[in-house]
């Protein structure tokens, strides 16, 4: 035999050398396979964003609601504000608890959870069809993911302290028993300040006032709810006062007044001039129980329990005899919150009116500008899309930065049929080019020596016969 030449030694050793290379070639394309696929995973090139759900159940003084907001989300750069995708109710979700009466998109049980204390079970009858039907709202694989805020307004601000804590104890039994991701401090009674923001976040959100670079004028707020009135309004100028808050969501911080006059809501309103038309009743010597209300309709005739009159539960028969110069100055009496027997129709002048900050608690002292602009609507805003957006703040500044493998849609891609057949083509690629035979390891001679010259070596495997 011929010995092995050096030079295809050198053959050997350039195609092993080149296979690690083919080796090294397609793992680095294996790598950057995953990387891409997780980058169009993040930035929603598949054709599918981000997004994540909030449920959000706003215990009023007239009833429950609920709603669901599906939000998307761009990776939560530079502290841009997430997208609305979707808002439940709509006009596709009635059922037994759409109510006509809250005319937008309303899903509701009543009455509202502070008729209901020391009372579990009225709590739970009122909770647990709102939070059935948002589980049904929201895919299954979300629900553990899905944080659910139960906020209550001025109902349960005007209990005695422990009886709205029993409320709230209640209502957190009846949470946990759902699917929803849930903590204590999610459930509570907002502050009227609080509330008020929520509604301004709303508007302005809706509006597309906020994470704005141009620094656009925002959108003041006048809420009128149940049992409260809500007004804030952006200031310029920074002064010490309780009712300034300071507010930064997106990319700007705002300057806020925030207002919450508990006495002001429309039903609250609404009760006093039934027990200021009653005290005239009662000093005309009316006979009978018939109040006639001149804002209510010709056709309106109904039975109504008054807790604000001389008597308490004084049960009365409304009619409805509209005059509406009558009914002008009922409300402006109304909105004064003169006493009853403090009010008169003759007394109350029918100009706009001021009153000044020492007369009550529940005033308000603030000059308009006569140039402003009153709008109307959207009725469809909700401080609960206010509140959905601030307390689910961690979502939208987490899901995008959150390691993808954790996402449902880097799940979805990286279990799909295609990518495993790609998996499966490129180990295969990697196997068929990689066929490198590694050194056996050779049986070392015992005796130590030096190696036996060449000639020598060369010599005795040549002798000639």
């Given amino acids: 035999m011929e010995p ?53 159940v706003d215990c009023g003084s007239t009833g429950t609601r609920v709603n669901v907001y599906e939000w998307g989300i761009n990776g939560g750069r530079n502290g841009d504000l997430p997208n609305l995708l979707h808002s439940y109710p709509n006009e596709s979700a009635k059922n037994g608890l759409w109510k006509n009466g809250c005319e937008y ?24 069809p709102l939070l059935r039907w948002a589980e049904r709202m929201i895919p299954n694989e979300r629900h553990e993911d899905t944080p659910v805020f139960v906020l209550a307004t ?17 209502v957190e039994r009846v949470v946990k028993e ?15 300040r609080e509330e008020a923001y929520y ?8 509006m597309g006032y906020l994470n704005k670079s141009t620094m656009l004028p925002t959108l003041g707020l006048l809420d009128l709810g149940g049992s409260s009135l809500q007004v804030v309004m952006e200031v310029d100028e920074v002064r010490e006062d309780s009712h300034l808050l300071v507010s930064k969501i997106g990319l700007v911080e705002h300057q806020l007044m925030a207002y919450s006059l508990p006495a002001f809501g429309l039903n609250e309103a609404f009760e006093r001039t039934i027990a200021m038309l009653n005290s005239v009743r009662s000093r005309e010597n009316a006979d009978g129980s018939n109040v006639r209300h001149p804002c209510l309709s010709s056709n309106f005739l109904g039975n109504y329990t008054c807790t604000s009159c001389s008597e308490p539960e004084l049960l009365l028969r409304l009619v409805g005899v509209p005059n509406w110069e009558k009914c002008k100055i009922l409300t402006q009496a109304a909105a004064m919150n003169l006493s009853i027997s403090d009010w008169s129709e ?85 196997v068929y080019y ?25 010599h005795s495997k040549h002798r000639p016969c």
């Fill in 4 to 56: 092995q030449s050096p030079s295809k030694k050198k053959i050997s050793i350039l195609g092993s050398f080149k296979s690690h290379i083919t080796v090294k070639f397609c793992l680095i394309f294996l790598a950057i396979l995953l990387v891409s696929v997780g980058i169009l995973c993040g930035y929603g090139l598949f054709g599918k964003s981000l997004s994540y759900f909030t449920v959000v």
């Fill in 105 to 128: 998109h309303c899903m509701q049980t009543e009455p509202g959870l502070d008729k209901f204390v020391g009372n579990y079970s009225g709590v739970r009858t009122s909770l647990v």
């Fill in 154 to 170: 001025a109902g349960l601000r005007r209990l005695a302290v422990e009886d709205g804590k029993t409320i709230l104890e209640d």
């Fill in 178 to 192: 759902h699917s929803f991701k849930w903590r204590r401090d999610w459930i509570r009674v907002l502050s009227g």
């Fill in 199 to 206: 509604g301004w976040i709303a508007l302005n959100y809706k």
């Fill in 346 to 430: 003759t007394r109350i002048n029918s100009s706009c009116w001021r009153r000044s900050p020492h007369e009550g608690k529940n005033s308000l002292n603030v000059a308009f500008n006569t140039k402003t602009d009153i709008i109307f609507g959207p009725g469809d805003i909700s401080w609960t899309l206010g509140a959905s957006l601030v307390e689910g703040k961690y979502m939208w500044r987490t899901v995008g930065s959150r390691t993808l493998i954790t996402s449902p849609l880097y799940r979805e891609v990286f279990s799909s049929p295609i990518f495993l057949f790609i998996i499966l083509v490129v180990l295969v690629f990697i």
């Fill in 434 to 458: 990689s066929q490198i035979k590694l050194p056996m390891p050779r049986k070392r001679s015992s005796v130590v020596g030096p190696p036996a010259p060449l000639t020598s070596f060369m």
